[in-house]
């Protein structure tokens, strides 16, 4: 089997190197040259766990391969995967220029059958628009060539793409052509390790799927967030509260961990894109509205607790920031809270001496600048620091030595936004520690 992958970001670049690693042979896409030259020199264009290995091992054995010329690719490609960005357009909605520009260059260069099988998250009825942009291309040539389209969204989540992809919980495909689901289903065949895990649907269910499971994710995630800021206010800990709700299977005990509000590419992306869908079709998604706002608010919470307990004037203070990427394992600031947390600590006239494992590279480069000192781990982080901010549970984060932090900060207060610290202790030491949701 071959296929083509278009777009070489988290999605495209894991899907392509994961399906050639059982044997598929395949083409990654991309129109950045740099990044296709970057990747045949063994360069990944972002940070994720056994990425680099996976992507070398397959591309010197021939399976993987990248190029810039669609057209070349997609010859004998039995699917074509569009995994190009959906960036938010100014109103919220998925700006879907590089989704269709994809499937016209498909129509104009084709030759033989195809399944286009879209793998960026999309509103609902895009299949529809890709398939009238391969059709129109299709009849500029004048020709009458047969196609399918599928939508097969990607539930990826960074930082654990690779276990994701080779070992899914499910795999949806929304398809409407007997061909197209046979090849999916022998595409597929390699990563279902127990049963049956393809679950096939119309096209619109299956992009539906998609901001479906993550709108119910985030939605759980502002909800415990939500319980945790009254949990302070009735004097109740919100981490026995999670334990007791999530040992209900009906529940669960996943994503219930209140935090600085979620980020990310996909959670705040496709909450907005939904809630857009909703009043397109004149329907209010009320819960999900809520969802976003929780989350906005939620990302102020840490600064709130270092005013109340140093004042509102923070000037002439230092803080230091552990973590910066929005979640662990990744060097991925989109919509990162530690932004609005170090824009807010510099408003309030701080200093802020950041410190993360990979992602100070690209939050000096996009989005954060020279506003804070990077510093080259840590304790150095912690040097004449008022206090420390817990703000992305990466492991080396998790057992610090307090001793030596005792000596570092000029205070011994923590804020912990991700409540991984045992309070308990923290008082044994002799240091004064705030969570989220806990008094
Ligand atoms: C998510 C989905 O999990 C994935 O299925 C989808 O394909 C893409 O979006 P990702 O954005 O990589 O993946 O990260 P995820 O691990 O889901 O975390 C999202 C955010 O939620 C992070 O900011 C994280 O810190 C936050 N979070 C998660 C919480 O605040 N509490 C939790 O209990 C879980």
């Given at each position: 089997m071959k296929i083509t992958v278009v777009g070489t970001g988290y999605v495209g670049l894991v899907s392509g190197a994961c399906f050639s690693d059982v044997g598929i042979e395949v083409v990654c896409v991309d129109i950045d040259q740099k990044k296709i030259e970057g990747l045949r020199n063994g360069i990944m264009p972002i940070y994720e766990p056994g990425l680099e290995g996976l992507v070398n091992r397959n591309y010197k054995s021939g399976r993987l391969q990248f190029s810039t010329n669609l057209a070349e690719a997609i010859?004998?490609?039995?699917?074509?995967?569009?995994?190009?960005?959906?960036?938010?357009?100014?109103?919220?909605?998925?700006?879907?220029?590089?989704?269709?520009?994809?499937?016209?260059?498909?129509?104009?260069?084709?030759?033989?059958?195809?399944?286009v099988a879209t793998k960026s998250t999309v509103p609902v009825t895009t299949g529809e628009k890709v398939r009238a942009a391969i059709k129109a291309s299709l009849e500029?040539?004048?020709?009458?060539?047969?196609?399918?389209?599928?939508?097969?969204?990607?539930?990826?989540?960074?930082?654990?793409?690779?276990?994701?992809?080779?070992?899914?919980?499910?795999?949806?495909?929304?398809?409407?052509?007997?061909k197209a689901e046979e090849i999916m289903k022998r595409l597929y065949k390699p990563f279902q390790l127990s049963g049956d895990r393809l679950i096939y649907m119309d096209i619109p269910s299956a992009e539906m799927t998609k901001y479906a499971s993550n709108a119910m994710l985030a939605t759980k995630i502002s909800f415990m967030n939500d319980i945790a800021n009254l949990c302070e206010l009735v004097g109740a800990?919100?981490?026995m509260v999670r334990k007791g709700i999530g040992t209900d299977q009906r529940i669960g005990n996943k994503f219930i961990y209140p935090g600085v509000g979620y980020g990310g590419s996909c959670f705040p992306k496709d909450v907005k894109a939904i809630v857009k869908t909703g009043k397109q079709y004149g329907y209010e998604l009320k819960v999900l509205q809520a969802v976003e706002e929780v989350n906005e608010a939620q990302k102020h919470v840490l600064v709130n607790k270092i005013k109340?307990?140093?004042?509102?004037?923070?000037?002439?203070?230092t803080f230091a920031?552990?973590?910066?990427?929005?979640?662990?394992?990744?060097?991925?600031?989109?919509?990162?809270?530690?932004?609005?947390?170090?824009?807010?600590?510099?408003?309030?006239g701080a200093k802020v001496k950041a410190y993360d494992p990979v992602a100070m590279k690209e939050a000096k480069a996009h989005y954060v600048g020279d506003k804070v000192t990077y510093c080259k781990d840590a304790y150095d982080a912690c040097v004449d620091a008022d206090a420390l901010l817990l703000v992305t549970e990466w492991s080396e984060f998790r057992i610090p030595s307090w001793e030596v932090l005792g000596k570092l900060l000029t205070n011994k207060v923590v804020f912990d936004g991700r409540n991984i610290y045992d309070r308990e202790y923290l008082k044994e030491l002799g240091f004064q520690s705030y969570g989220i949701g806990v008094n």
């Amino acid at each position: 089997m071959k296929i083509t992958v278009v777009g070489t970001g988290y999605v495209g670049l894991v899907s392509g190197a994961c399906f050639s690693d059982v044997g598929i042979e395949v083409v990654c896409v991309d129109i950045d040259q740099k990044k296709i030259e970057g990747l045949r020199n063994g360069i990944m264009p972002i940070y994720e766990p056994g990425l680099e290995g996976l992507v070398n091992r397959n591309y010197k054995s021939g399976r993987l391969q990248f190029s810039t010329n669609l057209a070349e690719a997609i010859q004998g490609s039995d699917v074509a995967f569009i995994a190009v960005g959906t960036p938010p357009g100014e109103d919220g909605s998925a700006d879907l220029k590089f989704v269709l520009g994809v499937a016209e260059e498909i129509g104009r260069h084709m030759t033989d059958y195809i399944v286009v099988a879209t793998k960026s998250t999309v509103p609902v009825t895009t299949g529809e628009k890709v398939r009238a942009a391969i059709k129109a291309s299709l009849e500029k040539r004048g020709v009458d060539l047969p196609f399918a389209v599928a939508s097969n969204p990607e539930f990826l989540k960074e930082g654990a793409a690779i276990e994701d992809f080779l070992k899914p919980d499910r795999i949806v495909i929304g398809v409407d052509d007997e061909k197209a689901e046979e090849i999916m289903k022998r595409l597929y065949k390699p990563f279902q390790l127990s049963g049956d895990r393809l679950i096939y649907m119309d096209i619109p269910s299956a992009e539906m799927t998609k901001y479906a499971s993550n709108a119910m994710l985030a939605t759980k995630i502002s909800f415990m967030n939500d319980i945790a800021n009254l949990c302070e206010l009735v004097g109740a800990n919100v981490n026995m509260v999670r334990k007791g709700i999530g040992t209900d299977q009906r529940i669960g005990n996943k994503f219930i961990y209140p935090g600085v509000g979620y980020g990310g590419s996909c959670f705040p992306k496709d909450v907005k894109a939904i809630v857009k869908t909703g009043k397109q079709y004149g329907y209010e998604l009320k819960v999900l509205q809520a969802v976003e706002e929780v989350n906005e608010a939620q990302k102020h919470v840490l600064v709130n607790k270092i005013k109340k307990h140093f004042g509102e004037d923070l000037s002439g203070m230092t803080f230091a920031m552990w973590g910066l990427s929005f979640k662990p394992n990744t060097d991925d600031m989109r919509e990162a809270p530690a932004v609005v947390i170090i824009e807010e600590l510099i408003a309030a006239g701080a200093k802020v001496k950041a410190y993360d494992p990979v992602a100070m590279k690209e939050a000096k480069a996009h989005y954060v600048g020279d506003k804070v000192t990077y510093c080259k781990d840590a304790y150095d982080a912690c040097v004449d620091a008022d206090a420390l901010l817990l703000v992305t549970e990466w492991s080396e984060f998790r057992i610090p030595s307090w001793e030596v932090l005792g000596k570092l900060l000029t205070n011994k207060v923590v804020f912990d936004g991700r409540n991984i610290y045992d309070r308990e202790y923290l008082k044994e030491l002799g240091f004064q520690s705030y969570g989220i949701g806990v008094n």
